[in-house]
């Protein structure tokens, strides 16, 4: 039987704080460590946490090209680990639903899927608003991240029958948050790893880590 690889993920949840965005960073990072080109966006308009591991200070992104202010190349920044892209969320809107759901989303899409092997996206949680919908329609396969004794059954069956209901079905559910009595591994700490190993392109720019890589870490699986 062929299997079709997903190009396009979406990674998202039910309620925020499953700590979406800490699986979508890792997810992004284990595709270009396996030598795929990747592209990781963070597509949570309302609430974005990325940013601030990633880059530092404001930087233009998706708000900006959804607006017609920006094209990709103006919006994509290479990170500290070699063949890992990033795109900020841009400057905070009141209007998110209504910028994803016109046409430049999918321009964006098609364009990084010419140029990228994969394209994570980190979307906005899927039971408070419905812009994780509208990333979903343009995703080969989308994830819930599933909090260890936090996310309820019934938030899983809303999310798994809307999606359904949409035309875009779960592909699967990543467990997060379960207790191993290990210190908590996450993924700060790791890229900071490969940039001591020296993981970056050559001729690339790479923006610096915030200093307080342990604080962030704690955020960020959280997120």
Excluded: W
Aim: glycine share 8%; with cysteine.
């Amino acid at each position: 039987m062929f299997i079709r690889v997903p190009k396009v993920v979406v990674i998202t949840s039910a309620n925020s704080g499953d700590g979406k965005s800490f699986c979508a960073m890792n997810c992004a990072a284990a595709y270009a460590m396996q030598g795929d080109k990747t592209l990781l966006v963070d597509g949570d308009l309302r609430c974005p946490s990325l940013e601030e591991v990633f880059l530092r200070g404001r930087n233009r992104g998706m708000t900006e090209f959804l607006r017609g202010r920006a094209e990709p190349q103006d919006i994509c920044y290479p990170t500290q680990v070699n063949g890992l892209y990033f795109i900020p969320s841009g400057e905070l809107r009141s209007n998110p639903a209504e910028l994803l759901s016109g046409p430049r989303l999918g321009v964006l899409i098609e364009q990084a899927s010419q140029y990228f092997d994969k394209i994570v996206i980190d979307g906005a949680p899927l039971i408070p608003v419905s812009d994780g919908l509208m990333l979903a329609s343009h995703a080969d396969a989308t994830c819930l991240v599933v909090r260890s004794n936090t996310t309820k059954k019934n938030e899983l069956h809303r999310v798994g029958q809307t999606l359904s209901k949409t035309g875009h079905p779960l592909a699967g559910y990543i467990l997060n948050g379960v207790a191993n009595g290990q210190s908590e591994s996450t993924y700060v700490t790791y890229m900071s790893k490969q940039q001591r190993l020296n993981l970056k392109s050559k001729g690339d720019e790479v923006p610096a880590l915030p200093a307080r890589t342990e604080e962030l870490s704690k955020k960020a699986a959280m997120l």
